[in-house]
């Protein structure tokens, strides 16, 4: 049958008009749910959906993003990795072991024993008469910096911990005065709150009276917390007070000996020597006596052969040095005192230290192991003798010894030495862990 094209027309219009009508109903009108793979919500900060942007364009809150559910995924995945990580960090900072900061302050050539031969810590500058000298180091749990100089005065040491070392002289009346205002100072620094702990190395009297420091010790109500004390102090308990060692005179410049294959197996022309003053009635006039009596002068380099200067010099200080290397034994009578510098200088020089092991008048601790006690507790290989009348007979077996037998003496003592200033570094820095901080 044939349709009218009238009817065709309107037909066609109706059909239009509904599948309009149609269309404009899912856009406008439908809840149909947006497949996941064409919604993604980019909101717009601080203004609301529909709105306009800066520009006056009309900006529509919802844009598609195919890759929303993928994207929150790795973010959540990212997430979960770095808590893991600060987990991680967490775990570190509480396993490290805690370090602690403690400062010195060297106010006696003593100190620099202490910091170079000991604690074997940095100087700089390393011009050893500059003004200003300082370093750092770390011991056990504990950062070390270290002060000396004579610019380093009261009032204007860099001061940023409250754990101080102070390093005093002793021995006489004009170094206590001077030590005696240290201490107030630091006093003054305790009362404040400024500084907490307290140690003083002391360079003590060689007749051992340290009365003077006694008050300001905490045992007596005063602040210091630990004194180390050089010779047989009669206080030493090993609780709050530590004998220490002398070590070589820092104050003639005397350096640090590093061993060497020609140190250790050099072939030394003399047996002995002694360079230094020798008193009048005392055991070194007794010394020189011996040798000159009984022809073993010849065998050691004597205060006879290289003539000894009351103030040292860089040519005595050298010949002092060579007269060490060149020897197999070094001869330290007694002075005021039985510790000597000369003992420790023997030994960073492998020349065997022969000791006269008798107290000197004074009041040092009069004990068994006394003189010496530390480094006899120490097992020092050294050849101690109560007079020197027995100076010929050592002599005599040190002729009979072959090289061999005398490098490896020397070895053993240099490697002694060396165990010894590990041994009193490793102390030293576990009695102010201990003291300081024990409940860190």
Not at 153 to 174: A, F, I, T, Y
Not at 207 to 222: A, M, Y
């Amino acid at each position: 049958m044939k349709i009218p094209k009238r009817k065709l027309f309107l037909l066609l219009i109706f059909a239009y008009v509904a599948f309009s009508l149609y269309a404009a109903y899912n856009v406008f009108f439908s809840t149909k749910v947006l497949s996941r793979v064409h919604r993604v919500v980019k909101k717009e900060t601080g203004a609301q959906s529909g709105g306009v942007r800066d520009g006056g364009a009309p900006y529509v809150a919802d844009e598609w993003n195919p890759w929303e559910d993928e994207q929150v995924e790795y973010n959540s995945a990212l997430n979960k990795k770095r808590e893991a990580f600060k987990q991680y960090l967490g775990k570190i900072d509480k396993n490290k072991p805690k370090r602690y900061k403690v400062q010195i302050w060297g106010k006696a050539a003593i100190g620099l024993y202490l910091w170079e031969h000991v604690l074997e810590g940095p100087l700089n500058p390393t011009d050893k008469v500059a003004q200003w000298r300082e370093g750092e180091l770390q011991s056990g749990k504990i950062d070390f910096s270290f002060y000396t100089g004579p610019a380093v005065v009261q009032g204007h040491v860099p001061l940023d911990m409250n754990s101080l070392v102070l390093v005093l002289n002793g021995r006489e009346k004009q170094k206590v005065t001077y030590s005696t205002r240290w201490l107030e100072h630091v006093q003054t620094l305790v009362q404040s709150n400024t500084v907490s702990h307290v140690a003083v190395v002391l360079l003590g009297n060689e007749h051992c009276n340290n009365n003077w420091i006694s008050p300001h010790l905490k045992r007596n109500g005063g602040f210091v917390d630990l004194l180390f004390v050089v010779y047989d102090s009669p206080w030493v308990n090993d609780k709050d007070v530590f004998q220490w060692p002398l070590g070589v005179a820092t104050y003639r410049q005397f350096p640090i000996i590093r061993p060497n294959a020609q140190l250790i197996t050099s072939n030394r022309p003399y047996l002995c020597n002694f360079l230094g003053t020798v008193y009048k009635n005392s055991s070194r006039e007794t010394l020189m006596h011996i040798l000159t009596q009984s022809g073993l002068e010849k065998d050691c380099i004597t205060t006879g052969r290289e003539k000894w200067l009351p103030q040292e010099t860089a040519d005595s200080l050298r010949r002092y040095q060579t007269a060490l290397a060149q020897s197999e034994l070094t001869l330290c009578p007694v002075g005021i005192n039985t510790e000597s510098y000369r003992i420790y200088e023997a030994c960073s020089y492998g020349s065997v230290p022969v000791v006269e092991d008798v107290m000197t008048p004074g009041s040092c601790a009069a004990g068994p192991s006394s003189p010496l006690r530390l480094l006899k507790a120490a097992g020092a290989p050294f050849i101690f003798i109560s007079d020197w009348k027995e100076l010929p007979a050592i002599l005599q077996r040190e002729r009979g010894m072959t090289q061999e037998q005398r490098v490896d003496r020397r070895r053993r003592l240099l490697e002694w030495y060396s165990s010894f200033r590990q041994q009193m570094k490793e102390r030293f820095t576990e009695v102010i862990e201990e003291t300081f901080f024990k409940n860190g």
